[in-house]
Structures are given as C-alpha cells and as structure tokens.
C-alpha cells in the first residue's frame, strides 16, 4: 500500500506539517509544484494539504495544478489545512474547503474530519455539519496546539491508512 502526503506551501508551515503526518504515517512527502496528476494517481491513499491566501484561495501551487487528470475512486484521502484564524477569520482555512471538493470532484472518499471545537473563527468554507472536513491548523495564532492536533488527528486516521 502506497501513501504520499501533499502539500502545497509558500511560507513553510504546511510543508512543516506535512513533514510531520508523512513521518508519523511513514509516507511519501511530496511538494504539488513537483507532480502532476498520474503521480497522485499512482498512489492508493493521499493525505493533501494546503495553505489558505487571499479571501479564502488555494495556495498558489495548488491553483496552478491541473485537477482534471486525477482519478480517485475507491482511493481514500485526508485533508489538512493551515490558516490564520484571526486575521482571516471569516475564511479561515477556506483553501482546505476547496481542495477537499476538488478532491472529491475526482472521486476520493474523504476520512479525517474534526470538530470545530476549541477553534475561534467566523466562517469557513472547510466546515461542512458543524465540522472541518480534515485538520484545521493556525500557526499563527494556535501554534502551541500544532503538534497536539497533529498528533490526535493521524490517530483518528491511521485506521484508513
């Protein structure tokens, strides 16, 4: 069985992240400026993450990606996401809503929610039923709980991978 963990990073936190669930999973890490779609698609379980920009927007190498070449179905893939929950609090981690849909979009069953319990923000496009549809992360106002959140968060997952 195959893992990769992706991410797509400007500043360093969510390649930071990411490093850590790839070593704690014991999968590939891999930057999406560096594959394409039939890399992604040669793996039997992704774990995706991606920082937020703007109003909510992707980050910047994941908007350049080509989506349309992925085929997922029957993969099963987790999100995760960093964000600024207080300067941005009204599209707090909204990059990982849209990467979670397009992810779905190719056919991928989505695990790895977790309950907005404990997060302080206004809205967020990566909440679906009062939960975020992967790993919220905030290391810009909620760093001290990073790897805490990581940790608890590749224990509720690890059964899918």
């Known amino acids: 069985m195959s893992i990769a963990v992706v991410f797509g990073s400007a500043m360093g936190n969510t390649e930071g992240a990411a490093e850590k669930i790839a070593n704690q999973l014991g ?11 039939d890399k992604l698609n040669s793996y039997d379980k992704l774990v995706c993450g991606t920082s937020t920009w703007g109003s909510g927007d992707l980050q910047d190498d994941w908007e350049a990606f080509d989506f349309s070449g992925l085929s997922l179905a029957g993969k099963t893939v987790a999100v995760f996401g960093m964000g600024d929950s207080s300067s941005y609090s009204d599209t707090y981690c ?10 779905k979009a190719a056919g991928a069953t989505l695990v790895g929610e977790v309950s907005t319990e ?3 923000f206004e809205a967020s ?13 905030d290391n810009d106002n909620q760093e001290d709980l990073t790897d805490t959140r990581i940790e608890n968060w ?3 997952i ?4």
């Open 27 to 37: 999968a590939d890490l891999l930057n999406i400026a560096d594959v394409d779609a």
């Open 94 to 103: 909204g990059g990982m809503g849209k990467l979670a849909e397009a992810l």
């Open 118 to 120: 404990g997060y302080d």
């Open 125 to 137: 496009e990566a909440v679906v039923d009062d939960k975020f549809v992967g790993l919220a992360l």
């Open 154 to 156: 590749i224990k509720q």
């Open 158 to 161: 690890k059964e899918h991978f």
